[in-house]
């Protein structure tokens, strides 16, 4: 089931006011930070459409570079074992071990996201001393 959001209802109604007659096509433009050429492609879109026209083509699709669930447990399980290295030193590892190639920042993020803290904090600017 699709759900429109409140900017997708917003969308809608702004292009059934335009497309009825009740609003002027530059107006409906102005009212959604659109240009008159992307308030015609809209138009069209909820004509073929209906109303999911207003939405994003990709809003149901999968991100094309998201690792699945066993690479996922695999890191996991993997910094289990090593909770002492950083994590440009954990994805070298993984590279070399699990033959798992994964960039540093989507590890820190996959990490982050996981609840696994950073090794160690960063210092914070200190100000007046050198």
Do not use: W
């Amino acid at each position: 089931m699709i759900v429109l959001t409140m900017k997708d209802e917003k969308r809608l109604i702004v292009t059934q006011k335009v497309m009825d007659g009740t609003m002027d096509i530059i107006e409906g433009a102005h009212v959604l930070s659109f240009s008159e050429r992307q308030m015609y492609r809209l138009m069209e879109q909820v004509r073929e459409r209906g109303p999911l026209g207003v939405m994003h083509g990709n809003r149901k699709n999968q991100h094309a570079r998201k690792y699945d669930a066993g690479v996922r447990d695999t890191v996991l399980r993997f910094v289990g074992e090593h909770k002492d290295i950083n994590d440009t030193h954990l994805s070298e590892l993984l590279k070399e071990r699990e033959k798992i190639s994964i960039g540093r920042e989507s590890l820190r993020r996959l990490l982050r996201g996981a609840g696994i803290d950073a090794k160690r904090k960063r210092r914070g600017i200190c100000f007046g001393r050198r």
